[in-house]
């Protein structure tokens, strides 16, 4: 069963950059449309960026858009989010699975990666 592991987080300050890492644990992860999601606290858990199997076309919310990177190493089977600018508001656990808006729903959640921005 894929399993994914997140890593990368940490505390920074305003304005810093962060690169976040997601290893999938099964070669299925090439075929699969992923994500990256963040949940605040006290906040639903919502979908930032998504990008297609093969890497070729991503999205962003209008949150992020233009400050956030989605990329993939599908020989890797590896997932990353490149976050330039943090704001206070990016504060959040960060988890990858697959796109929920293709799939129709996810895989199994790992650990997330916390993010804190904070001056």
């Known amino acids: 069963q894929m399993q994914f592991v997140e890593s990368g987080g940490g505390l920074v300050h305003p304005g810093a950059s962060l690169r976040l890492s997601c290893a999938a644990s099964?070669?299925?992860?090439?075929?699969?449309?992923m994500g990256w999601y963040r949940q605040a606290p006290g906040k639903q858990r919502e979908l930032v960026a998504t990008?297609?199997?093969?890497?070729?076309?991503?999205t962003y919310a209008d949150s992020v858009k233009g400050r956030f990177t989605i990329s993939r190493d599908n020989a890797k089977n590896t997932l990353y989010l490149q976050m330039n600018s943090l704001k206070p508001e990016d504060t959040a656990v960060y988890y990858c699975?697959?796109?929920?808006?293709?799939?129709?729903?996810?895989?199994?959640w790992g650990q997330g990666t916390q993010v804190t921005v904070s001056s």
């Open positions: 990008i297609t199997a093969g890497g070729s076309s991503t």
């Open positions: 699975n697959r796109n929920q808006m293709t799939w129709g729903s996810t895989l199994n």
């Open positions: 099964l070669s299925l992860f090439r075929i699969y449309d």
